[in-house]
């Protein structure tokens, strides 16, 4: 069981440029989520979708856009990376149970734009 | 205000010591709370969930206190593996998409 895999696990970006990072969960959950996570700092939520076909803005999305065409797959796209998107960028997912919403993290992708 | 609150830290405490952390959150509606635990360079891992009653996983205790929107984590008997960041986690429930609030953690050296 894969569980929740990110790509690239690293990459370096040049202004201006764009990317998308790959997410894909196996885990049927309808919940997804795209956070970064600065030095010394808390995770910060990008995007969220409750399901295939809906996404929503979280706290940082300026810079971002997602996607949700399937329910493993939420990719995020960087248009135009700037240096304050450099960044940890983690997705992860959930699923709704009783007393438990845990959420499982993919590794990370660090994103370093120069 | 910040959704969720930690004392950041650092903890630098001997082996077989007892460390507490404390974790306010602003939300009274939210529903679930946990800690997770993130090691350095590496992605968060739940921990425990915190349940109203309080609940125990082996040296670990996790409280919730509703009326005053306080989570606290108590680790005993600490372990140099214990070394880590505890990230304490609010969860907002289903009609608010179920998003999750996360502290900036708080760092815990176990030292030999």
């Known amino acids: 069981n894969a569980g929740v895999t990110q790509t690239p696990k690293f990459r370096i970006l040049k202004i201006g440029q764009s990317m998308t990072l790959q997410c894909t969960q196996d885990m049927n959950h309808n919940y997804m989520y795209w956070y970064r996570q600065d030095p010394g700092m808390g995770l910060k939520l990008i995007y969220y979708s409750v399901g295939a076909g809906i996404t929503d803005k979280g706290e940082v999305p300026n810079g971002y856009n997602v996607s949700r065409s399937t329910t493993e797959d939420f990719p995020l796209r960087l248009e135009l990376a700037a240096p304050s998107q450099t960044s940890v960028y983690f997705c992860?997912?959930?699923?709704?149970?009783?007393?438990?919403?845990?959420?499982?993290f993919g590794p990370g992708t660090r994103l370093t734009v120069t | 205000r910040k959704e969720v609150e930690q004392d950041p830290g650092p903890f630098n405490v001997p082996e077989g010591a007892t460390v507490a952390f404390n974790c306010t959150y602003s939300n009274s509606a939210s529903q679930s709370f946990f800690w997770y635990r993130q090691d350095c360079r590496k992605e968060p891992k739940l921990l425990m969930s915190?349940?109203?009653s309080g609940n125990e996983d082996g040296r670990f205790t996790a409280q919730l206190n509703r009326a005053s929107q306080y989570i606290s984590l108590l680790i005993r008997d600490s372990k140099l593996s214990d070394s880590a960041t505890y990230l304490c986690?609010?969860?907002?429930?289903?009609?608010?998409?179920?998003?999750?609030?996360f502290g900036t953690g708080t760092s815990l050296t176990v030292i030999p």
């Open positions: 992860a997912s959930s699923s709704p149970r009783v007393q438990s919403y845990e959420q499982y």
């Open positions: 915190v349940y109203s």
């Open positions: 986690v609010v969860n907002t429930g289903l009609n608010t998409g179920n998003q999750f609030y």
